[in-house]
């Protein structure tokens, strides 16, 4: 058949150019953790945190862009009309609530080494904010657990895409099983070898294509299948005869269908600031200008690549008048195109391509973000504390294989079924994500917010979430997805009683912490105990070379010591610095690897400063600019006028999200302020080996209280840097 003949070649051409861009990534994590500063760890993982503005708004942009912005949103404006609008003003009031914890969470990043939302929570809820360790272990696990769901959901999505679209595409020449399986394959090569900065320069290529394949389809669609103005010629008059989609486009959605609208919109503004492979790209930014600058311009391409989906699921509503069982609207309109000639088959395969682009780049990040938080938040820190790097990769890539078959098999089962559809999936997997949020949005800001409001919210937020998802009044059971009959979806009534609970208690547990036998939070550091992150500083310190290490582990350190930190330590405590760093002498000597990428659990300060980047009035302006991108003020299933070829409704709301997105992009390059955090020494990772020592050596890191701490490096690494330079 002549679209297999053109699918081959073109989809080949973009394997091979996504192998390679894997290599190229490949090679310069080995150049950078191996000849480099030696941290594998963090190359892996977060492409040694140094990505700049142009890879950054790539990588940012193909991962956001899903197969459901290519393949669901087609599927889903074919079928609803304009609901499918709901995505613009989702996606932008997303981005814009990016603005609430990025400056932060990149902050302390850079001066923590952070990979994962659940370290952040772990440290922020330790005592003095929660009364017991155990508060801070339960909400780190609760957390991990809940932010695992968006990642399957993500992998079977792209998997199903995928698969559907080809099939649909070569008319099952190229059945569903070999798309997946082929494209499962080439993205856990990507994975393996070359991590964060592979699936980066991958995403370039991917973000690229899939940008300019939907400005090319705009075109395509209108000079083939005349458009929107075609379209409107079929659906834009009343006919009462006329098919349930044809009438989605003709009236005022009904109300429990504007219910729903609000729902998704609010729903998804909140959860997905909290999914793995997005806050990824927080930490693996080299600056804060390359956030600002890439967030600035990502409020505005929901305008490019999803509004392009919905108009093609809109044409495709007048141009295929029915689909078979398990085909996509919009793989069946690429077929209508290719079916006009050579050239027209080209450039369908073209637009396929930057179809599986959307789907690859999302699949690869969900991946790596999910052997990610298996590393950092359960081996590390539950299993083998003390794994070297190598450790640690192998057991990351072992975690990728096991994710990637669990995806794969469940992305073939889904096609076969035909459900959950993609709309259904979306909805699952905000279902647990948004119940993280409380925890990193106000602990960010809050710092009278105790661990236990926290975790008695999340509980009972989860609990009636998880109990409304598999009970009868979940109507889209059956589905696979999640809505109530009044339009609220279970997700956001569990986030409801959540935040609730959160707020209430947290109030009473600031100010009346006796009635909970709590005790009172320490005072506050004074507000001009801040510091600026160093550009340089990403969370890792270089040790000396092991030579030099165990040429140095006699040396007068203590002396060091003072002279570097400029503070009298105890004679008590010199003792303990000498057996905690001849262990730290042996560890590297045997091993330089031991002393890398190590997670040091310890209390996150946040002081009591505020951010001008949460300027009241702006967010109250975004906050109803976005309200009303929801028709609620409009009568329910009334005709609906129109303006152009679109209803006079979704043109507002598509309106009124342009605004939002303008706001948005002044509030990143304007009103966005770099989080100082407070004063204290940087650990680096290798300070976790201070625990071997029986004699709680960790007590040299603690600095008398009203003491500014040295802010490029503690006790002992100025240690180890100072005695590296002596004679044994």
């Not at 006919?239 to 609010?266: C, E, G």
């Not at 165990?550 to 010591?561: F, I």
């Amino acid at each position: 058949m002549a679209n297999t003949s053109v699918a081959y070649p073109v989809l080949g051409v973009y394997l091979i150019l996504i192998l390679g861009a894997g290599f190229i990534g490949a090679v310069m994590n080995f150049r950078r953790g191996t000849l480099g500063h030696h941290d594998q760890v963090r190359e892996h993982f977060l492409a040694g945190k140094g990505l700049g503005t142009f890879v950054w708004f790539w990588t940012m942009m193909a991962t956001l862009f899903s197969g459901y912005s290519v393949s669901g949103i087609v599927n889903e404006a074919y079928a609803s009309g304009w609901m499918a609008t709901r995505w613009i003003p989702a996606g932008v009031g997303l981005y814009i609530a990016f603005a609430i914890m990025a400056p932060r969470l990149h902050a302390l990043s850079k001066r923590r080494g952070y990979f994962t939302i659940s370290q952040v929570i772990y440290d922020r809820y330790l005592p003095p904010s929660g009364s017991h360790v155990l508060v801070a272990h339960a909400l780190a696990l609760l957390s991990f657990f809940c932010l695992q769901l968006p990642v399957f959901t993500y992998l079977i999505t792209q998997f199903q895409s995928i698969g559907r679209e080809v099939r649909t595409f070569t008319s099952n020449s190229i059945t569903s099983t070999v798309a997946i399986n082929v494209s499962a394959a080439v993205l856990l090569l990507c994975d393996l070898f070359g991590g964060m900065r592979a699936v980066a320069f991958t995403d370039v290529i991917q973000g690229i294509v899939l940008f300019f394949g939907s400005i090319i389809f705009l075109i395509i669609q209108r000079t083939e299948l005349g458009g929107m103005g075609a379209a409107f010629d079929v659906w834009g008059h009343p006919n009462p005869k006329a098919p349930a989609r044809y009438l989605t486009m003709q009236r005022i959605p009904t109300h429990v269908n504007i219910v729903s609208y609000f729902d998704f919109v609010f729903k998804t503004t909140v959860a997905a600031t909290m999914f793995p492979h997005l806050t990824a790209r927080l930490f693996a930014a080299r600056n804060s200008q390359v956030i600002r600058r890439g967030m600035a311009c990502m409020v505005f391409t929901f305008f490019v690549v999803q509004f392009s989906s919905m108009i093609t699921g809109w044409v495709a509503s007048a141009a295929i008048p029915k689909l078979a069982k398990g085909e996509s609207a919009f793989g069946k309109l690429l077929q209508a195109v290719a079916d006009r000639g050579t050239g027209q088959a080209f450039a369908a395969a073209l637009l396929l391509a930057s179809a599986i682009c959307a789907m690859m780049s999302t699949a690869d990040s969900a991946l790596l973000a999910f052997s990610q938080m298996w590393v950092r938040d359960i081996y590390t820190k539950y299993l083998r504390p003390n794994a070297g790097q190598i450790e640690q990769l192998v057991f990351a890539k072992v975690m990728a294989i096991i994710g990637l078959v669990i995806g794969v098999t469940l992305g073939n089962y889904s096609v076969e079924r035909g459900k959950p559809t993609l709309s259904g999936l979306f909805a699952l997997q905000n279902v647990t994500p948004i119940h993280v949020t409380p925890a990193v949005w106000l602990g960010l800001h809050w710092r009278g917010l105790r661990g236990e409001a926290v975790l008695t919210g999340f509980i009972c937020g989860l609990g009636v979430t998880i109990g409304l998802v598999f009970s009868d009044r979940n109507i889209m059971r059956a589905n696979g997805s999640d809505m109530t009959t009044i339009g609220l979806s279970s997700a956001w009534l569990g986030f409801v009683v959540n935040i609730g609970i959160t707020v209430i208690l947290g109030v009473l547990m600031q100010f009346f912490p006796q009635l909970f036998n709590l005790r009172p939070m320490p005072s506050p550091p004074s507000p001009d105990q801040v510091e600026e992150v160093g550009e340089h500083e990403d969370g890792c310190e270089v040790y000396p070379e092991p030579s030099s290490l165990s040429a140095a582990k006699n040396a007068d350190v203590d002396a060091g010591m003072v002279a570097k930190s400029e503070q009298v330590v105890p004679a008590a405590t010199a003792a303990s610095s000498r057996s905690t760093l001849s262990v730290l002498f042996a560890a590297a000597g045997r091993s330089p690897s031991v002393v890398y990428s190590r997670f040091v659990p310890r209390y996150l300060e946040i002081g009591v400063n505020r951010d001008r980047t949460l300027n009241p009035y702006m967010w109250s302006l975004m906050f109803l600019v976005l309200l009303f991108t929801v028709p609620f003020y409009r009568t329910p299933w009334s005709w609906d006028g129109y303006v152009g070829y679109i209803g006079s409704w979704p043109f507002t709301s598509l309106l009124l999200s342009g605004i939002l997105a303008i706001l948005g992009a002044l509030t990143f390059l304007f009103l966005w302020e770099d989080y100082k955090p407070v004063k204290e020494g940087v650990l680096p990772p290798a300070s976790s080996l201070l625990t071997l020592t029986a004699n709680k050596p960790s007590k040299t890191m603690m600095y008398e209280a009203g003491t500014p701490p040295p802010s490029a490096a503690t006790a002992v690494p100025a240690a180890l840097q100072n005695s590296a330079s002596k004679e044994p």
